[in-house]
């Protein structure tokens, strides 16, 4: 009988490289979608004719 090949002692490296790129692209997307409602928030309160939307942050 002949013994299979072994593929399970390769370099991890293409691996880390696209699990680093997966976090990269999901950051990266979260960060837009924020970007993307906060501009939307701004648009909808210019829209409705109001004349101060300027986001207040709390006091810390």
Not at 11 to 21: H, N
Request: glycine share 10%.
């Amino acid at each position: 009988m002949e013994e299979p090949e072994d593929d399970g002692g390769g370099s991890r490296t293409p691996a880390i490289a696209g699990l680093a790129i997966a976090v990269v692209l999901l950051v990266a997307g979260l960060w837009l979608a924020h970007e993307l409602t906060a501009a939307s928030k701004m648009q909808d309160c210019v829209m409705s004719g109001r004349t101060n939307c300027n986001v207040i942050e709390p006091a810390r």
